[in-house]
Nanobody, 114 residues
Framework: VQLVESGGGLVQTGGSLRLSCVVS????????MAWYRQAPGKQREMVAI???????DYNDSVKGRFAFSRDNADRTFYLQMNSLVPEDTAVYYC?????????WGQGTQVTVSS
């Protein structure tokens, strides 16, 4: 199973980016899809997480600015990030859970300049 993120980059404060995560390989079912981030010197934190239902939970710091979406085949999901601020600067990782196993992507850098 492989997860590949894309869409990161350098953006100015107030700008937008859209991250993508493509899931490939032999995976029977996906219970959870999520985005995490890790800023320098900080612990990795959850940004957005969707379980089996349609609802998505967000980190309070991104509510109203970030939006999770996925395609109908569940093989690609996205994180639309709007109104970015320097505090959003981090490496962003996608993760899926299948059964009791987690699979992570390699991460994509997002840098927001002031």
């Amino acid at each position: 199973v492989q997860l590949v993120e894309s869409g990161g980059g350098l953006v100015q404060t107030g700008g937008s980016l859209r991250l993508s995560c493509v899931v490939s390989g032999r995976i029977i079912s996906i219970n959870t899809m999520a985005w995490y981030r890790q800023a320098p010197g900080k612990q990795r934190e959850m940004v957005a997480i969707r379980t089996s239902g349609p609802n998505t939970d967000y980190n309070d710091s991104v509510k109203g600015r970030f939006a999770f979406s996925r395609d109908n085949a569940d093989r690609t999901f996205y994180l639309q990030m709007n109104s970015l601020v320097p505090e959003d600067t981090a490496v962003y990782y996608c993760k899926v859970r299948s059964g009791f196993r987690d699979y992570w992507g390699q991460g994509t850098q997002v840098t927001v300049s002031s």
